[in-house]
């Protein structure tokens, strides 16, 4: 037998050795529990943090927005579109993904550029949309995709070939779709080939004063509509070269397209049933201007022309670059007196005007007179292309081919009237 104390020495170490043991067996347990908690916090972030699952917002019932060219805020059409989805307005539609090559390339340092990433670093912050440089870029929806292109004209037809490509079921085209009638038509086809439906952001298709001029004016037998489109440029050869430059497409193919396709959509207005076309030589005014690249350019500062039809119809439309802020439509009667005078904005709506205007100080002021219908053109689409409920009273492709068929067909037509 040890003695006494060798006994008790050898008692004490063994219970300091199991003490360690479990000392050490519930520091690892502990630490275990810690980094399984923390893996699973980074891989499954809050529900609660919208900003963290937003990659993919787009939720049943909704079609997740792909905008194709954002442009400067305050001046590019497309960031205005993003703004008022951004904002809830459109609750069909999802703005998951803002494809902004320029802004996000060789303009980022440029002018606008800073503007640009302050806003986009907010909206990303803010409603978690995704910035990226190429449609390319794009991940498999988990949702029906549509994407509203809204860069240059001249850009469209490769920008339109690479939203097919990205799975988009729906494309919305800005005016007027293309620089020309091959390409457009071209386009026609590629969509058709490919299931895809195709909307035109002709948003005067759409307005309340062009509903109520045409409701008007089928009470008054034998009465004569014509529509008015106003811009708010400066009169003057800087503002107007500058004009002239950056719509190097022309006024028929830019500003007044959307009457055009009003002609078109309700007035029988084709080019193969054009009877005569006569411009308004008092109202109207073409100039030679240079713009900012010193390279000169010819086309409309304003433009008045009616149009008859083999099928007995005559409408007229009436254009100008620097006429002020609002649009509007008047009904003669077959005397030549006007009977009626819709505006756009209406009393109604400029209160949301000056509420717009308030809120964007510094943004162009036709987006506040036609807020209401950009609103309505992306709704419809974004619902037809998450529901499959019909876009009635949108523009198709169809429509926007003759469109530009006619304007491309009219363009020399007034220009020689005007020599």
């Known amino acids: 037998l040890l003695p006494f104390h060798q006994a008790a020495v050898i008692l004490l170490l063994s219970l300091i050795s199991s003490l360690v043991v479990i000392i050490v067996a519930t520091m690892f347990a502990t630490a275990f529990s810690h980094l399984s908690k923390s893996a699973f916090t980074v891989a499954r972030p809050a529900a609660t943090n919208k900003v963290l699952t937003r990659a993919l917002a787009a939720t049943a019932g909704q079609a997740e927005v792909v905008l194709v060219g954002c442009g400067a805020p305050n001046r590019g059409m497309g960031w205005y579109h993003a703004v008022q989805m951004l904002e809830g307005r459109c609750p069909s539609a999802s703005?998951?993904?803002?494809?902004?090559?320029?802004?996000?390339?060789?303009?980022?340092?440029?002018?606008?550029?800073?503007?640009f990433a302050e806003w986009a670093d907010s909206s990303t912050s803010k409603y978690g949309t995704?910035?990226?440089?190429?449609?390319?870029?794009?991940?498999?929806?988990?949702?029906?995709?549509?994407?509203?292109?809204?860069?240059?004209t001249a850009d469209n037809p490769r920008l339109f070939k690479e939203c097919i490509d990205a799975k988009c079921s729906?494309?919305?085209?800005?005016?007027?779709?293309?620089?020309?009638?091959?390409?457009?038509?071209?386009?026609?086809?590629?969509?058709e080939e490919a299931g895809v439906g195709v909307l035109m952001g002709?948003?005067?298709?759409?307005?309340?004063?062009?509903?109520?001029?045409?409701?008007f004016a089928e009470t008054i037998p034998g009465s004569h509509v014509t529509f008015v489109s106003n811009n708010a440029y400066e009169n003057t050869p800087e503002s107007l070269g500058e004009c002239f430059e950056?719509?190097?497409?022309?006024?028929?193919?830019?500003?007044?397209?959307?009457?055009?396709?009003?002609l078109v959509s309700f007035y029988d207005v084709s080019v193969e049933n054009i009877e005569s076309v006569e411009a308004d030589k008092e109202f109207s005014s073409m100039q030679t201007l240079p713009g900012p690249s010193g390279k000169e350019f010819t086309d409309f500062d304003k433009i008045k022309f009616t149009i008859k039809t083999k099928t007995g119809k005559e409408v007229s439309v009436a254009a100008d670059r620097c006429g002020g802020t609002d649009s509007y439509a008047t009904v003669t009667d077959t005397d030549g007196e006007e009977v009626f005078r819709y505006w756009m904005p209406d009393d109604e709506d400029k209160a949301t005007v000056q509420t717009l205007q308030a809120k964007y100080p510094t943004a162009m002021p036709y987006f506040f007179t036609q807020d209401p219908d950009y609103v309505?053109?992306?709704?419809?689409?974004?619902?037809?292309?998450?529901?499959?409920?019909?876009?009635?009273?949108?523009a198709t492709i169809g429509i926007a081919v003759e469109t530009l068929r006619v304007a491309e067909y009219l363009t020399p037509l007034l220009m020689e009237q005007l020599k």
């Not at 995704?130 to 240059?152: H, N």
């Not at 729906?170 to 969509?191: F, R, W």
């Not at 190097?248 to 009003?262: R, V």
Request: a neutral charge; one cysteine or more; proline letters at 8%.
């Open 95 to 115: 703005l998951d993904y803002i494809i902004e090559p320029w802004f996000l390339g060789p303009g980022s340092t440029g002018p606008g550029g800073p503007e």
């Open 202 to 215: 002709y948003n005067k298709n759409v307005c309340k004063y062009v509903r109520k001029t045409r409701e």
């Open 376 to 394: 309505t053109v992306k709704e419809l689409a974004a619902k037809f292309t998450a529901t499959g409920e019909e876009a009635e009273g949108l």
């Open 246 to 262: 950056r719509n190097a497409e022309g006024m028929l193919k830019n500003m007044a397209i959307h009457e055009l396709a009003l």
């Open 170 to 191: 729906t494309v919305i085209l800005e005016k007027p779709g293309a620089p020309t009638v091959a390409e457009l038509q071209l386009m026609k086809d590629q969509a």
């Open 130 to 152: 995704k910035f990226i440089t190429s449609v390319a870029d794009l991940p498999t929806p988990e949702q029906p995709r549509v994407a509203l292109i809204s860069g240059r």
